[in-house]
Nanobody, 115 residues
Framework: QVQLVESGGGLVQAGGSLRLSCAAS????????MGWYRQAPGKQRELVAV???????NYADSVKGRFTISRDSAKNTVYLQMNSLKPEDTAVYFC?????????WGQGTQVTVSA
């Protein structure tokens, strides 16, 4: 199994920035894909951004140009730099790890953007 520990959430004003981190440990295999999803109250969980072992990325249209995902493979850590935050970005952000026969989720970190 893979364990994920997230950090970096918090409260920020609109237009501000936050950086989320997610460290993976345990039975990590490659290739894999790590990324971030979010869930706002009353809404379904949605993809924010993912990055695979080769460095290819995929972003939700709503965050393109504002968020940047990156990873440090040596540290098994993925980052999400969030700039120009909007109130609609408010949600619980979950880290995700996927590999062959493996799919793990972090516990989530709250991001709140005030108007």
């Amino acid at each position: 199994q893979v364990q994920l520990v997230e950090s970096g959430g918090g409260l920020v004003q609109a237009g501000g920035s936050l950086r989320l981190s997610c460290a993976a440990s345990g039975s990590i295999s490659r290739p894999n894909t790590m990324g971030w999803y979010r869930q706002a109250p009353g809404k379904q969980r949605e993809l924010v951004a993912v990055i695979n072992s080769g460095g290819s990325t995929n972003y939700a249209d709503s965050v393109k140009g504002r968020f940047t995902i990156s990873r440090d493979s040596a540290k098994n850590t993925v980052y999400l730099q969030m700039n120009s935050l909007k109130p609609e970005d408010t949600a619980v952000y979950f880290c995700n790890y996927q590999a062959l026969l493996s799919n793990s989720w972090g516990q989530g970190t709250q991001v709140t953007v005030s108007a």
